[in-house]
């Protein structure tokens, strides 16, 4: 099993809608997990960090953290053409901070 | 706050040439790293400076790639030969004590 696994995607919804992107993870990874969002020929900009179990909410973004299943969500709400991009999950592997990231998944929301 | 800053941007060369890029991390920020995305994968860590000494170069190929950072500040890396799939974007990124890491724009090199 790789460390951080996503569905590539991709993920098409319709203007407005909620945008649900999953994660999971295998337990060679630690509790501090990150979603970036990459546009097209730009580099990863971070928009969530989560670290403990439950939600935590950002304005239109919320990440989820399940321990018991191994997998970190990201919902985007009132989805916008703006937030079409690949979404990046990440985790800290290792003892250094390292990170560890998957494939992305490729959001398009549609008018 | 000035964010992470990478030159070139673009480079082309040709194989078997050697190429060096350059990454100033966030003022302040004692961790940077070298990563290397290749279309359609997530970013790859090559190399992890914690100051100027590596905390982690595993995943480096040691045989071509090489990484400083001197003065605990900026750093460099280079491939020396380049080989064809060497062809990716390397980005550059710096944290703080804190995990969350903040990456540069990105050299897209292209070897022919």
């Known amino acids: 099993q790789k460390e951080v696994e996503q569905n590539s995607g991709p993920l098409s919804v319709p203007e407005g809608a909620i945008a649900s992107l999953n994660c999971t993870y295998s337990?060679?990874?630690?509790?501090?997990f990150f979603w970036y969002r990459q546009y097209s020929g730009k580099s990863p900009e971070l928009i969530m960090s989560?670290?403990?179990?439950g939600d935590k909410e950002d304005g239109r973004f919320t990440a989820q953290l399940n321990k018991a299943s191994q997998y970190v969500s990201l919902l985007i709400r009132d989805s916008q053409p703006s937030d079409s991009a690949t979404y990046l999950c990440?985790?800290?592997?290792?003892?250094?901070?390292?990170?560890?990231f998957g494939t992305g998944t490729q959001l398009k929301v549609e008018l | 706050e000035a964010g992470v800053a990478q030159s070139p941007r673009y480079k082309i060369i040709e194989k078997r040439q050697s190429v060096a890029f350059w990454c100033n991390p966030i003022?302040?920020?004692?961790?940077l790293y070298w990563y290397q995305q290749i279309l359609g994968q997530g970013p790859k860590l090559l190399i992890q400076?914690?100051?100027?000494?590596?905390?982690?170069d595993s995943q480096l190929p040691k045989d071509r790639f090489s990484a400083e950072r001197l003065k605990g500040v900026d750093s460099t890396l280079k491939i020396q030969p380049a080989k064809l799939e060497d062809s990716a974007v390397y980005l550059c990124?710096?944290?703080?004590?804190?995990?969350?890491?903040?990456f540069g724009p990105g050299t897209r090199l292209t070897v022919l």
């Open positions: 990124a710096s944290s703080s004590l804190r995990d969350e890491q903040f």
């Open positions: 989560i670290y403990s179990n």
């Open positions: 337990d060679r990874v630690s509790q501090s």
């Open positions: 003022s302040g920020h004692a961790t």
């Open positions: 400076f914690q100051n100027n000494g590596v905390v982690d």
């Open positions: 990440a985790a800290v592997t290792g003892g250094g901070n390292k990170l560890t």
